[in-house]
């Protein structure tokens, strides 16, 4: 095990930090026990941390930082028909990707990027969209966790269903996970398509939007009433995408973060930026087709402190509705595109935001041009209260 000093852990949006007294890094499974041991013997917490991506300060502390990234191994694969993968928890979602796409297999559903580990992607309810798809969570079979005690539990749904549905989103706090198993599907290609809909037609035709696709999403545009609804469906079509890098990387990334860092001198230039970001990227249909992960994962851009909550499906067009008019009539209010709202299935994982309902999470941004701060206190206290009165639950990690 190897045991620095003096290491300063940021997170990737780098809007937190901290100074772990002692940073630990496991290059194997015996590494955790002895981690484990050491702390225990000198009373004192570990924090495992995976890829940093929490956008809250989740990862952080003072106490010992244990770091698994060399835990990233395949353990074993089942050679029936249930495609079960065994990996050590330390996996980032990508080499797991890799891992099963050499298999022909794929993840049944991502999120937006696959940067995270797997056991930091679980722990914190980390979900893709899609009405009938759980959290990410829900495609695991086992997991094995080692505790304070240094022992070292097996939990399935069968064996202990209990601590299985505990463990699965346990913020790091019941021990370090040191091996999943995952349940895969054969590899898949996927249809995305992209629809530019008004608001009030998205609000009207609710249910529509939710199960409209196999993977739905839409996309709310602040100081404008239009939405980009997508539709993401199996297909066995070719790849078939169109990119310009002018669009995409030139107007998309680099000139976007430089007119966001504009308006952080002139604020009003705000809703403006919103209606063009819409206009120039979403306001025309669009189709492409490509394998699963690419059509799931896309480029998050620049820094950024998101905040994002779950709630019951059928509560969020109030939610929406009461978020449109609070930003339509508070002067002052800086929100940037886009609001973000994905559909996850219901679950009976403790701590999960969707546990025991079918959730709709709504997300919000305030990009940081250049790392400069952006006003967002009022905009996200008003959200916050939207969420907690209409009964929604955050997200662990944001
Ligand atoms: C650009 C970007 C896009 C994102 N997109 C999405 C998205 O689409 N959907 C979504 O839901 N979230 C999304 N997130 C949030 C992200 O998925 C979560 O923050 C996730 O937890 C990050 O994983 P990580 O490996 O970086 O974990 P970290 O942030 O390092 O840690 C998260 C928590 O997991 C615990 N943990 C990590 N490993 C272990 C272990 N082995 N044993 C026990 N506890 C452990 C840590 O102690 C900590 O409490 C996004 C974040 C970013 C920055």
Same mark, same amino acid.
């Given at each position: 095990m190897l045991v620095r000093k003096g290491v300063v852990f940021e997170n990737w949006a780098r809007t937190f930090k901290c100074s772990p007294e002692l940073y630990l890094e496991a290059e194997s499974e015996e590494d955790v026990y002895e981690a484990i041991t050491l702390a225990r013997q000198r009373g004192k917490r570990i924090r495992v941390v995976g890829?940093?991506?929490? *956008?809250?300060?989740?990862?952080?502390?003072s106490e010992y930082m244990l770091n698994i990234?060399?835990?990233?191994?395949?353990?074993s694969v089942s050679d029936?028909?249930?495609r079960i993968i065994s990996v050590q928890a330390g996996m980032k979602l990508h080499q797991l990707n890799k891992a099963l796409a050499v298999r022909g297999w794929a993840m049944p559903n991502l999120g937006s990027?696959?940067?995270?580990s797997i056991s930091g992607a679980i722990s914190t309810g980390t979900h893709g969209t899609g009405i009938d798809y759980g959290i990410?969570?829900?495609?695991?079979?086992s997991l094995t966790l080692i505790t304070s005690d240094g022992i070292s539990h097996t939990l399935t749904a069968e064996s202990s269903p209990d601590y299985f549905h505990a463990a699965l989103c346990s913020l790091g706090c019941l021990g370090v996970i040191t091996r999943v198993s995952i349940c895969a599907v054969p590899a898949f290609r996927l249809a995305c398509t992209a629809s530019p809909m008004p608001f009030d037609e998205v609000m009207e035709k609710w249910d529509e939007v939710v199960s409209g696709g196999e993977h739905a999403r839409f996309w709310w545009f602040p100081n404008t009433d239009q939405c980009t609804v997508v539709k993401m469906d199996k297909t066995d079509e070719p790849i078939s995408k169109t990119s310009s890098w002018f669009k995409?990387?030139?107007?998309?990334?680099y000139a976007y973060e430089f007119s966001l860092y504009l308006s952080t001198f002139f604020p009003g230039m705000t809703p403006f930026l919103n209606r063009k970001h819409f206009s120039i990227f979403f306001s025309k249909p669009s189709r492409t087709v490509d394998d699963s992960v690419n059509v799931f994962n896309f480029d998050c851009l620049f820094r950024q402190l998101v905040t994002e909550w779950a709630i019951d499906v059928k509560q969020a067009p109030e939610a929406l509705r009461q978020l449109k008019e609070f930003i339509d009539t508070t002067p002052g209010v800086i929100a940037h595109s886009p609001v973000e709202v994905r559909f996850v299935k219901g679950d009976d994982?403790?701590?999960? *935001?969707?546990q025991g309902r079918d959730t709709c999470y709504i997300g919000i941004i305030i990009y940081l041009p250049y790392g400069k701060a952006v006003k967002h206190k009022k905009y996200w206290a008003a959200y916050e209260k939207i969420m907690m009165d209409l009964g929604g639950r955050p997200h662990w990690a944001k």
């Open positions: 890829s940093g991506h929490s *956008p809250s300060d989740l990862a952080c502390t990234d060399r835990l990233n191994k395949v353990i029936g028909q249930n990027i696959s940067e995270q990410l969570a829900t495609v695991i079979t995409q990387t030139f107007l998309g990334y994982i403790w701590l999960s *935001p969707a």
